[in-house]
């Protein structure tokens, strides 16, 4: 079974500092990993995505994450924040022989305090 | 210019009435997926398809309908079944595993 957990429903970081938000996942086969944000009353823009190739992955807006598989953790990060990053971020993962499905986490709100 | 788009932006429906709403891409993209966003709860899957002329339900079906006559077309019909319609839907599809492309969302409410 596929699952997504995102452990933090809320971040809060100051403008300029680093940001972290945890993802670990749980798939029984190679997974593919995503990460998206969410501006209020928007679609979802894709960030990164991890396919089985580097393990740390660089995304749009100078985010980046890393795969480890022995932690299943794929969390993302950023050297610093910036007012714009304020978002719903959803980590995501599919897994190909479940078609085309994917799994979402519930989502952590980051705020970023100026 | 490729993409997916969702129409209206905000719908409002009378309670009782069947609403459709509308969702087109033109990305050549086999999978096309419907979810439901309320406050706090992230997506949840309402229906999916990956062919034309098929298409499966998520977690959260009842009360909603779809069609997928056309490789570029989905759209969800919410009927008068559905307990508590008043949400935001976001369209998205995508190609072989690959990620989900997101439409701009139609946020629904009914009085």
């Known amino acids: 079974a596929q699952s997504v957990t995102q452990l933090d429903s809320h971040v809060s970081v100051s403008e300029g500092t680093p940001v972290l938000l945890r993802c670990n996942y749980s798939?029984?086969?190679?997974?593919?990993l995503f990460w998206y944000v969410q501006h209020p009353n928007k679609g979802l823009q894709l960030l990164l995505k991890?396919?089985?190739?580097?393990?740390l992955v660089k995304g749009i807006n100078g985010f980046e994450a890393e795969f480890k598989k022995s932690e299943t953790s794929f969390h993302l990060t950023k050297p610093s924040a910036h007012m714009s990053d304020a978002a719903e971020y959803f980590c995501?993962?599919?897994?190909?022989?479940?078609?085309?499905?994917?799994?979402f986490g519930t989502g952590t709100s980051l705020t970023v305090i100026p | 210019d490729g993409g997916i788009t969702q129409s209206p932006k905000y719908l409002f429906r009378k309670e009782g009435q069947n609403v459709t709403l509308s969702c087109e891409q033109n990305?050549?993209?086999?999978?096309m997926y419907w979810y439901r966003q309320d406050p706090g709860q992230g997506l949840r899957l309402i229906y999916y398809?990956?062919?034309?002329?098929?298409?499966q339900k998520g977690d959260i079906a009842e009360g909603y309908s779809v069609s997928r006559e056309k490789k570029e077309s989905f759209p969800l019909t919410v009927t008068s079944a559905q307990k508590n319609p008043t949400a935001f839907y976001l369209c998205?599809?995508?190609?072989?595993?690959?990620?989900?492309?997101f439409g701009p969302g139609t946020r629904l409410t009914v009085t």
């Open positions: 398809s990956q062919i034309v002329n098929d298409f």
């Open positions: 991890y396919t089985s190739a580097a393990t």
């Open positions: 998205a599809s995508s190609m072989n595993a690959g990620e989900q492309y």
């Open positions: 990305l050549n993209h086999d999978a």
């Open positions: 798939s029984s086969y190679s997974p593919s």
């Open positions: 995501v993962v599919s897994v190909s022989n479940t078609g085309n499905q994917f799994y």
